[in-house]
């Protein structure tokens, strides 16, 4: 077998995590596990142009997201590195065509963020301040603008913060290996309990 | 608590940060003797002088370069490492003949 799609067999994933309710927490701060929800990753110094022939935009500099008209998430981790995550759970085909789209296109790797991350999205007035109790990057209103990613470390474990607008309503996602994915997702609980 | 800057990220916490060896230029690994490479591999000067190193940043799983003091342990500049590094490195090795195994 000289290709694996990574996309495939969508219907087969399972959560490991153990959320007792999909959403969270309080009236304040809301938390939806999104690691099933598809995606793909891809770095090398051709990726930014393919994803363009694919008519894909992709932002311009590292550290930056953009969503296009259909919900899908474009991260850009560094300059040769994107992910692109579905948003809604409707992309998946769209995911799946573009990890096979890639086959054989010079400088584009495909990265294995499907299975290696877990996913959340926390939404809510406070979440800025619920971060600042367990992430050293401000990610306050002021400082940390839409379309923005913070690489860090949140509750003791690296992950990446992506803060963007999904349907009129401003959230974070949150991916982070997810061999602590339960991890964190305690300690988010945790840390947002105060903001009720 | 020490803050590094990360070229790409910006400043972090030392926490974040993976450190990867000092900055040497690499003999030719085909022709050097197993004394020059265990030199570049293994050892370091150990002077008080700045120091050109290698540093990781964990959470977002990139390599760049440091100038810190290792006596005073002030980072004085870090950069991406292709302000150095212009062109790629292969490690592609001719093949030697298979030896037959004598018993």
């Known amino acids: 077998m000289d290709f694996y799609n990574l996309s495939s067999a969508v219907e087969l994933r399972r959560s490991q995590l153990a959320v007792g309710s999909p959403e969270l927490i309080n009236s304040k701060i809301s938390m939806h596990d999104h690691t099933l929800f598809s995606r793909v990753g891809f770095r090398g110094r051709g990726v930014a142009s393919f994803l363009r022939e694919q008519g894909i935009s992709v932002p311009n500099v590292p550290n930056q997201s953009v969503v296009t008209a259909a919900g899908v998430l474009v991260l850009r981790l560094s300059n040769t590195e994107f992910w692109l995550i579905d948003t809604d759970k409707s992309q998946h085909e769209f995911i799946e065509a573009l990890e096979l789209a890639s086959k054989g296109v010079t400088n584009v790797y495909r990265l294995y963020c499907q299975h290696s991350h877990g996913c959340f999205l926390v939404k809510g007035k406070n979440t800025p301040n619920m971060f600042a109790k367990v992430c050293g990057v401000d990610l306050s209103e002021k400082v940390f603008e839409c379309s923005s990613i913070a690489q860090t470390s949140v509750a003791r474990v690296n992950a990446i913060i992506a803060k963007q607008v999904i349907l009129d309503e401003e959230g974070y996602f949150v991916l982070s290996d997810i061999a602590g994915s339960q991890h964190l997702w305690n300690a988010i609980s945790d840390a947002s309990a105060e903001f009720n | ?103």
């Open chain 2, 1 to 103: 608590m020490k803050i590094m800057n990360c070229p790409l990220n910006g400043p972090r916490n030392i926490s974040e940060f993976v450190y990867g060896g000092e900055v040497k230029p690499m003999p030719d690994m085909v022709n050097c003797s197993d004394k020059e490479w265990a030199e570049y591999v293994f050892y370091y000067d150990n002077t008080i002088r700045i120091v050109q190193e290698w540093w990781f940043h964990s959470p977002s799983g990139y390599w760049f370069i440091a100038e810190r003091h290792t006596a005073s342990d002030e980072i004085l500049k870090t950069y991406d490492p292709s302000e150095i590094f212009k062109e790629r490195v292969d490690f592609e090795m001719k093949a030697k003949p298979a030896q037959e195994v004598v018993s």
